[in-house]
DNA sequence: CACGAGACCTGTTCGC
DNA sequence: TGCGAACAGGTCTCGT
């Protein structure tokens, strides 16, 4: 479910706090942990999860790619939400869902619930976080992400556009929505070359990136199916699954290929695999 | 370095 | 109605 946008929408709710006087984390306390699925536990393990995790105070909230960061007085936690997680915060008395695995306990009757159907999902409390988010790639939304920066970093590399954008190493934050989203803003076909943009193709792909994403924010992400709820952006798609309607551009029917295991979804008519 | 296959999981939806 | 197959927002690791 969660890619930047949507990661991005939760963090913003959990750091002002919502309705119902659901407060902002930032300042609750844990005050205890209850696992249901350990294999949430990505490091350390469970018990010294449990022992650590115990007294700290949660002094922020923010993103970094899809990764929650949460500094604590002592260590970060670090979550991943990967296919089907859900992270709220309600008070303890609220019914609980279906797929709730984790649940941090905190100050005040509150709890920080972890939902996640499939248990793709991680948690990691580390002395270190860079350790991890170093291996990122830049935020395509920074001011730092410059049409030059993406440009020098497509040209080092020799793949297909589509299973290089989903490559966290080399950017941040997109997964199979955004991608295909963003390469049909920029015109360009997913298994373009990266080496073999022009230097137009490369701002369009700039722009057509930062467009996508900021269109998914400003609809509070996408919602599918049942995974998550509270985004309108699936309104807006104009390729991700929708093979076979009309493309909003052009008419023609939008097609549907695999491309690197995953779905890809691109008009054929407006992102040609070549130019004539 | 690039790429594909398989693994990790469970739930919903589709096709017969 | 039932039942198996296909499919799903993401990484990670291993082999070629």
Same mark, same amino acid.
Request: one cysteine or more; a positive charge.
């Given at each position: ?123 990691? @409390? ?5 350790? =991890? $988010?170093? /291996?990122?790639?830049? &935020?395509? !939304?920074?001011? +730092? ?51 073999? @943009? ?5 701002? =369009? $792909?700039? /722009?057509?990136?930062? &467009?996508? !994403?900021?269109? +998914? ?60």
């Amino acid at each position: 479910m969660p890619e930047l946008p949507e990661v991005e929408t939760i963090v913003r709710k959990l750091r002002t706090g919502g309705k119902n006087g659901v407060p902002p984390l930032p300042g609750l306390r844990i005050t205890g942990v209850t696992l249901r699925w350990s294999g949430h536990l990505a490091e350390p393990s469970a018990a010294a999860f449990r022992r650590n995790v115990r007294g700290r105070t949660i002094q922020d909230i923010h993103r970094r790619g899809k990764y929650f960061v949460l500094p604590t007085d002592k260590g970060t936690l670090l979550i991943h939400l990967k296919m089907s997680g859900d992270l709220l915060l309600e008070a303890a008395r609220a019914p609980r869902d279906r797929f709730e695995r984790t649940v941090l306990h905190l100050d005040g009757g509150w709890e920080l619930r972890f939902n996640d159907a499939r248990k793709f999902g991680r948690i990691y @409390l580390l002395d270190d976080p860079e350790r =991890r $988010l170093d /291996r990122l790639g830049p &935020e395509p !939304l920074d001011p +730092g992400f410059t049409p030059q920066l993406l440009g020098e970093r497509l040209s080092a590399r020799r793949r297909a556009l589509k299973p290089l954008l989903l490559d966290q190493a080399f950017l941040a934050g997109l997964g199979n929505i955004y991608a295909d989203e963003a390469l049909h803003r920029a015109s360009l076909h997913p298994l373009r070359r990266s080496d073999g @943009l022009s230097e137009p193709e490369v701002h =369009r $792909l700039w /722009r057509g990136i930062r &467009e996508a !994403l900021r269109q +998914g924010l400003r609809h509070n992400g996408a919602s599918l199916d049942w995974v998550y709820r509270g985004g309108t952006f699936q309104n807006h798609f104009r390729v991700y699954q929708r093979a076979g309607e009309p493309c909003s551009l052009c008419g023609t029917s939008i097609v549907r290929a695999v491309i690197g295991q995953r779905a890809a979804h691109y008009c054929p008519s407006c992102q040609p695999e070549r130019w004539p």
